[in-house]
């Protein structure tokens, strides 16, 4: 069946140090990956994604996301966190032209 | 260009009243993408419309019924409604083409009591 893991709930981190959040997936194929930010009583924003090419994506709000095909991740990434960095995190996975498969959120929380 | 807007942002209602949801897409966008998050549950897909046809369908009761118009606005309609139905529902829009990215609105609170 096809997924889309975020293993940690929750990440803290404090702010000015590098924050990593984890995402797996398992779909077949070539599929397009998103990671999407999501504050309290809001809808979900999106930061970027990965289609083809080089492995290394580069979003918004200075954040980047690496795609490893063997490993089957794409973990977001950002070199120096902030507090107002705290929010929920959704990977998303699009397999095909009809279906989107959202990963169950991690929470991140940033200590100033 | 103007975002995804949802209304209304906030609904109460009680158990067996329905309630229609509102979603005006991005403009030159025609797929809408409803979704329903709740903390249990995450993010479930509810149904997707492009160009006024239902294209794909999650699996959720027939209590969930969705519709989009001709400039690609977006209702959603849940009758008979149950407490377990209390959730955000977020709609989201594309262009439809392809694995695009698919832009979200703030959401709909629907509380049910």
């Known amino acids: 069946a096809q997924s889309v893991a975020q293993p940690e709930d929750q990440v803290n981190v404090a702010e000015g140090n590098p924050l990593t959040v984890k995402c797996t997936y398992s779909v077949s194929g070539n599929p397009y990956l998103f990671w999407y930010v999501q504050y309290p009583n809001r809808g979900l924003q999106f930061l970027l994604k990965?289609?083809?090419?080089?492995?290394l994506v580069k979003g918004s709000y200075g954040f980047e996301a690496e795609f490893n095909k063997s490993q089957t991740s794409f973990h977001l990434k950002k070199p120096s966190a902030l507090v107002s960095d705290s929010a929920l995190y959704f990977c998303a996975v699009r397999p095909d032209y009809f279906k989107t498969i959202f990963g169950a959120g991690t929470r991140l929380f940033v200590k100033a | 260009k103007a975002g995804v807007t949802q209304t209304p942002r906030y609904l109460i209602k009680t158990r067996g009243q329905q309630v229609t949801l509102s979603c005006s897409p991005i403009s030159g966008h025609r797929s809408v993408s409803w979704y329903q998050q709740t903390p249990g549950q995450g993010l479930q897909f509810l149904f997707e419309y492009f160009s006024e046809t239902q294209r794909n369908k999650g699996n959720f009761p027939g209590r969930f019924s969705g519709r989009q118009f001709s400039n690609s606005r977006s209702e959603m309609n849940v009758s008979t409604l149950e407490l377990g139905d209390s959730a955000l529902y977020l709609c989201a829009s594309s262009s439809g083409q392809g694995r695009d990215t698919q832009y979200f609105g703030p959401g709909t609170r629907l509380t049910v009591l």
């Open positions: 990965y289609i083809t090419g080089d492995n």
